[in-house]
């Protein structure tokens, strides 16, 4: 109490110091001791929320990148697809020699229509038949011509054109060449479906902490 009496006696501007000295030392304190724990729990939120957007920053990046793959999937399926127009499948080949078949009959004599062993690559296989036919050049290079158009993947090698022994006027020519028509075995296409399944749908991104 004496000291408090000494401090009232003092002059107003000294009272005034020391009661601000007391009231920082107090609000010091109270600062200190009292909101530690909120100070540490503050720290504590703030790194979460910062390892938040960190993992939220890279769930985007890897989303962004499925995204770009579940794209150039569909790209690719879609080139498959279009390729399976093309390379028909094994059930459907004897369908395609009879269009070829009719085909070579509808410009040409064919003297000849044997198909071969099987040739198989990595993907697909090819049934090799030997034809021989007999008819005029412009015939012939017509049914070559539509061969080039095809619907379906064929290839001509191996062929030979010499002047028919008896010549007419359907007839000036006798040809022999390989025809392949290409396919893909059930066994190469279930293996292709097995290896090009798209990626499974990924997590969203965690929500960015405020």
Request: neutral net charge; charged residues 20%.
């Amino acid at each position: 109490m004496n000291r408090f009496k000494k401090i009232l006696e003092r002059p107003a501007h000294q009272q005034l110091i020391v009661f601000g000295l007391m009231a920082l030392l107090i609000y010091g304190m109270f600062w200190y001791f009292v909101t530690s724990d909120m100070r540490a729990e503050a720290a504590n939120l703030r790194e979460q929320a910062e390892q938040l957007q960190r993992q939220n920053a890279a769930a985007q990046i890897a989303m962004q990148h499925i995204n770009e793959f579940r794209a150039a999937y569909a790209r690719v399926m879609a080139d498959y697809e279009d390729l399976k127009a093309l390379l028909p499948e094994q059930r459907e080949l004897t369908n395609i020699l009879d269009g070829l078949l009719r085909n070579a009959r509808g410009r040409l004599v064919v003297r000849r229509f044997t198909p071969k062993e099987d040739i198989n690559q990595d993907f697909y296989s090819g049934k090799p038949i030997e034809v021989e036919v007999s008819g005029s050049y412009n015939s012939l290079g017509q049914f070559f011509a539509d061969m080039a158009t095809y619907h379906r993947i064929v290839s001509i090698t191996d062929f030979r054109i010499l002047s028919a022994p008896e010549q007419g006027s359907a007839r000036t020519i006798d040809a022999q060449f390989l025809l392949t028509a290409y396919y893909v075995s059930p066994e190469r296409l279930q293996q292709a479906a097995s290896t090009s399944q798209p990626p499974r749908s990924a997590a969203q991104p965690t929500p960015t902490a405020r």
